[in-house]
Structures are given as structure tokens and as C-alpha cells.
């Protein structure tokens, strides 16, 4: 594992261009005596070339590069830790311009660079586990700022070989810290840029949103007509149990989300994973997998079991590798598809919440 130091940075007090709304930057450069297509420049430098400074954007007039340099910054995400795993899984904690810290993910496997992002400052879901929402949440991401973790991490191998070779991302999953269905807006207009194609090219069928099971929000996910792929963090067979796990649930109850996610199939045609953390002596005993084959009878799932990863101040355990199997082993034997996730980034707390908790406690 290899660390490189927090960097303590200034408060930016210019806004970052990926920030700026479309009809805004539209406005100011035509203030400055600029047509519209100097828009889809900048981003081109920025979302393909990958500088992050106006003075390499070469095709620009000098003139235009100092005016914006002094309206705007590129990037205004700073990177303030970055932490690489020998897996080749690398976290970068991003400072935001108020100050606030939150976290990246980029998961290298073969044929596939996978950037796990953040949608909030915190979480609110408040799901007893997880070390995001143990400061309750202060407040969504912008657009930009979501999108430029998508920038960080995409950037990140050119720290490491120095060239430009193959190094695009492929894939997105939503599973940072927050509630991405919470701030959902946000969300798909970030989402929206990164698919384009002058954006990072990354299409709908790679991208993962996960939610802790908003059904409403799950509901109208599904009517944009997106083939975006969903994952339910369920954690738990029953709403006795998982109103302890996720206290959010007594406001919606599994039956609910259950029904969302089975109109999310009905609608994209995408089938709908089911994630679900095993917490030792909580929830992974044979009777739980049982409940769980019974709740999932008859629908179009994928069960994807995660075990618990320790959390500083917690009390909650990994459960045994002879618990994990059993679990796995009958859901298959009541015809569940199911996989365990593979642990990536251990050694650098690479789960949601972890370092920020760390550098904010240090």
C-alpha cells in the first residue's frame, strides 16, 4: 500500500467550469464576445484531453484563457489523500470548495477501470453498518462535483505511467457516500455528461446506481427510459430486521421497494441486483438465506452478498467463512442467482466513508 500525505488546501473562490449551468457559461461567453461552441471546447479539454489548467487549453484565444482563469477554476475538487491498495484499487478523499471532504473509488480489474462515486456529503439513510451516515449527511453534490470525481479518478493512471494508453473508464457504480436517489437530479445531469459521447463516453448499460430503497424515486428512475442498471441494498429477509439495519425502512417497508424494483424490470428490461451485507450473527444465519429465497421467489434478481468490512467504532463483525458459504449455498438450492462480492481495497479502508471519518477524527 502506498500513501501520499493530506494536503491541506485553501477554500477556492471561484467556481469550477463542470459547475457552471449550460445556459450561465453560454451567457458569460458571450459577454466576452464568444460563440456558443467555446462551450463544448472547454469540455472537450477537460472531459478528453484531460488538463486541468486553462493555459493548455491551446486552441483558445490567450485572451479568453486569462479571462477565464480569472472567472473560473477547471477543477474545483482538490484532491487532499490519495491512497493506493497493492489490489491497484486507488481512494482519493476530495476537499470540495466549502471545505468538506468526500470520498472516490477506481477498482482496476482486467479489461475494466471502475469509478465508485459519491452523491452527498454524508448519508441519511442512516444504515447502522456504514460509516457514511454516522455523522448524518450535510448536503448533496452539485453536478459538477459528482462529475468531477469521474475526472479525478479517470485521471489517476496518468500519475502512475505517465501516458495517455487505454486508460479510459468503463464502468460507474454509484455506491459512494450518500443516498444517490436522494439527490437524483444532480445526479442525472452529471450522469447525462458522462455518457456523451464529446463527455467520458460511458454508456447507460455501465453504469449502477444503488439505493437503500426509494420507491418513489425507484419508480421514476425507470420511466426516463435509461438502461441504467439499479442495485437495492436490502441487507435483510424481513422489516423486523431490517428496521433495525436501515431505520429508514419503517417509513417504506420491503413489500414497497420490493414492488419499485420489479416495475424497474418491467419498465427497462434490466435486471435488478440485490445487495445485501452479511453482518456476523445479525443477519447471516440459514434461516435469514431461507427467508430471503422465500421474499425473492417468483422475481428477477441477482443477490449480491457482501460481507461486512470492519468499521472503526463499530461493534458489527465479518461472519465466518463457514456462514458466508451455507448462505450462499442455500439461496442457490431455493434457485437464487448469487455471488459474493470480491473484496477489493481493504487495506486503504476503501469502503464508503472510512477515510473520511479517519482524516476528520486525526
Same mark, same amino acid.
Given at each position: 500500500?502506498?500513501?501520499?500525505?493530506?494536503?491541506?488546501?485553501?477554500?477556492?473562490?471561484?467556481?469550477?467550469?463542470?459547475?457552471? $449551468?449550460?445556459?450561465?457559461?453560454?451567457?458569460?461567453? $458571450?459577454?466576452?464576445?464568444?460563440?456558443?461552441?467555446?462551450?463544448?471546447?472547454?469540455?472537450?479539454?477537460?472531459?478528453?484531453?484531460?488538463?486541468?489548467?486553462?493555459?493548455?487549453?491551446? !486552441?483558445?484565444?490567450?485572451?479568453?484563457?486569462? $479571462?477565464? /482563469?480569472?472567472?473560473?477554476?477547471?477543477?474545483?475538487?482538490?484532491? /487532499?489523500?490519495? %491512497?493506493?491498495?497493492? !489490489?491497484?484499487?486507488?481512494?482519493?478523499?476530495?476537499? %470540495?470548495?466549502?471545505?468538506? %471532504?468526500?470520498?472516490?473509488?477506481?477498482?482496476?480489474?482486467?479489461?475494466?477501470?471502475?469509478?465508485?462515486? =459519491?452523491?452527498?456529503?454524508?448519508? $441519511?439513510?442512516?444504515?447502522?453498518?456504514?460509516?457514511?451516515? #454516522?455523522?448524518?449527511?450535510?448536503?448533496?453534490?452539485?453536478?459538477?462535483?459528482?462529475?468531477?470525481?469521474? *475526472?479525478?479518478?479517470?485521471?489517476?493512471?496518468?500519475?502512475?505511467?505517465?501516458?495517455?494508453?487505454? &486508460?479510459?473508464?468503463?464502468?460507474?457504480?454509484?455506491?459512494?457516500?450518500?443516498?444517490?436517489? /436522494?439527490?437524483?437530479?444532480?445526479?442525472?445531469?452529471?450522469?447525462?455528461?458522462?455518457?456523451?459521447?464529446?463527455?467520458?463516453?460511458?454508456?447507460?448499460?455501465?453504469?449502477?446506481?444503488?439505493?437503500?430503497?426509494?420507491?418513489?424515486?425507484?419508480?421514476? %428512475?425507470?420511466?426516463?427510459?435509461?438502461?441504467?442498471?439499479?442495485?437495492?441494498?436490502?441487507?435483510?429477509?424481513?422489516?423486523?430486521?431490517?428496521?433495525?439495519?436501515?431505520?429508514?425502512?419503517?417509513?417504506?417497508?420491503?413489500?414497497?421497494?420490493?414492488?419499485?424494483?420489479?416495475?424497474?424490470?418491467?419498465?427497462?428490461?434490466?435486471?435488478?441486483?440485490?445487495?445485501?451485507?452479511?453482518?456476523?450473527?445479525?443477519? !447471516?444465519?440459514?434461516?435469514?438465506?431461507?427467508?430471503?429465497?422465500?421474499?425473492?421467489?417468483?422475481?428477477?434478481?441477482? *443477490?449480491?452478498?457482501?460481507?461486512?468490512?470492519?468499521?472503526?467504532?463499530?461493534?458489527?463483525?465479518?461472519?465466518?467463512?463457514?456462514?458466508?458459504?451455507?448462505?450462499?449455498? =442455500?439461496?442457490?438450492?431455493?434457485?437464487?442467482? *448469487?455471488?459474493?462480492?470480491?473484496?477489493?481495497?481493504?487495506?486503504?479502508?476503501?469502503?464508503?466513508? &472510512? #477515510?473520511?471519518?479517519?482524516?476528520?477524527?486525526?
Amino acid at each position: 500500500m502506498s500513501t501520499l500525505p493530506i494536503v491541506q488546501v485553501p477554500a477556492l473562490s471561484a467556481p469550477g467550469l463542470l459547475s457552471v $449551468a449550460p445556459d450561465e457559461l453560454a451567457a458569460w461567453l $458571450a459577454e466576452h464576445g464568444e460563440k456558443p461552441l467555446r462551450a463544448r471546447q472547454l469540455r472537450r479539454w477537460l472531459l478528453q484531453a484531460r488538463v486541468d489548467s486553462f493555459d493548455a487549453m491551446t !486552441d483558445l484565444p490567450q485572451a479568453l484563457r486569462r $479571462a477565464l /482563469a480569472a472567472a473560473f477554476v477547471p477543477l474545483e475538487t482538490q484532491v /487532499a489523500r490519495h %491512497l493506493t491498495a497493492d !489490489d491497484g484499487t486507488h481512494k482519493l478523499l476530495l476537499r %470540495l470548495c466549502d471545505g468538506k %471532504l468526500i470520498e472516490c473509488v477506481l477498482i482496476k480489474e482486467a479489461g475494466r477501470r471502475t469509478a465508485c462515486i =459519491s452523491t452527498q456529503v454524508g448519508c $441519511a439513510m442512516g444504515c447502522v453498518f456504514c460509516a457514511s451516515g #454516522l455523522d448524518g449527511v450535510e448536503r448533496n453534490l452539485t453536478s459538477g462535483e459528482i462529475l468531477e470525481q469521474l *475526472v479525478r479518478v479517470r485521471n489517476l493512471p496518468l500519475w502512475e505511467r505517465g501516458d495517455r494508453t487505454d &486508460q479510459r473508464l468503463t464502468n460507474i457504480v454509484v455506491m459512494g457516500m450518500g443516498e444517490p436517489l /436522494a439527490n437524483l437530479d444532480n445526479l442525472l445531469a452529471a450522469l447525462e455528461i458522462a455518457g456523451a459521447k464529446d463527455g467520458l463516453g460511458i454508456g447507460a448499460r455501465h453504469i449502477t446506481i444503488s439505493t437503500v430503497g426509494l420507491p418513489a424515486k425507484i419508480r421514476r %428512475l425507470a420511466d426516463l427510459g435509461k438502461q441504467y442498471h439499479l442495485a437495492v441494498s436490502l441487507h435483510a429477509p424481513d422489516d423486523a430486521l431490517r428496521n433495525q439495519i436501515v431505520p429508514t425502512n419503517d417509513k417504506t417497508g420491503l413489500a414497497a421497494i420490493l414492488e419499485a424494483a420489479e416495475y424497474f424490470f418491467e419498465k427497462t428490461g434490466r435486471q435488478v441486483t440485490i445487495e445485501y451485507v452479511l453482518l456476523g450473527g445479525v443477519n !447471516d444465519a440459514a434461516d435469514h438465506a431461507r427467508a430471503l429465497a422465500r421474499l425473492l421467489q417468483g422475481r428477477k434478481a441477482h *443477490v449480491n452478498l457482501i460481507p461486512f468490512n470492519d468499521v472503526a467504532g463499530l461493534s458489527y463483525r465479518r461472519p465466518s467463512p463457514e456462514a458466508l458459504a451455507e448462505f450462499q449455498t =442455500s439461496l442457490r438450492r431455493h434457485g437464487v442467482s *448469487v455471488k459474493v462480492r470480491k473484496r477489493k481495497g481493504a487495506q486503504i479502508d476503501a469502503a464508503c466513508g &472510512q #477515510l473520511r471519518r479517519a482524516v476528520a477524527a486525526s
